[in-house]
């Protein structure tokens, strides 16, 4: 229930149709889901990885995902390290496809209705605090920027304008 209240006050900018991978030559099939995406760009399109060792006297199980050491310390070992260090090293990624210029595509969450509130007071604030400018000795109007000035030539008078 919660998530149909989320979905109608906020956007994702992740494709609901989901996308596949961009980079040229990589066949992967479509990422319905961004944390399925991550897993696979942190597999197959960074150079290095960082590798996490259990901390157990003698066990040699290692992963490139740190939950699943703490997950094998529980079920494996009956007991998580008490000192919390694992341990870890990094070393180059034997999968690593290169990107050329396609660059990691990031999650973004939008508020719409907290985008759009943004922008009505951005607006109001504009009719209550109007904007003074001075004429100078050349009849150059000087404006702030993100403005321009709206002359009436025929009234003789000019209206500062923000853009939005």
């Known amino acids: 229930m919660a998530n149909s209240v ?3 006050t906020t956007h994702d900018l992740w ?3 989901g996308m596949p991978c961009e980079v ?3 066949k992967t099939p479509h990422f319905l889901k961004h944390d399925k995406y991550v897993k696979h760009w942190k597999k197959f399109h960074e ?3 960082t590798v996490y060792d259990c901390s157990m006297v003698g066990c040699t199980i290692q992963s490139t995902e740190k939950s699943r050491i703490l997950k094998h310390q529980r079920i494996c070992h009956k007991q998580l390290d008490r000192n919390n260090t694992l341990s870890s090293h990094v070393e180059p990624n034997m999968f690593y496809k290169a990107t050329g210029n396609v660059t990691f595509r990031k999650f973004v969450r ?3 209705a907290a985008r759009e509130a943004a922008r009505k007071a951005r607006q109001q604030y504009v009719i209550d605090h109007p904007v003074n ?3 100078q000795s050349n009849n150059s109007l000087t404006v702030s920027r993100g403005q321009y000035v709206d002359v009436d030539f025929n ?3 000019a209206k500062v304008v923000t853009r939005w």
């Open 110 to 112: 939008v508020n719409i």
């Open 47 to 49: 150079k290095s990885i």
């Open 133 to 135: 400018f001075h004429v």
């Open 15 to 17: 494709p609901s149709q």
């Open 6 to 8: 989320t979905s109608v």
């Open 155 to 157: 009234n003789n008078c």
């Open 24 to 26: 040229e030559g990589c």
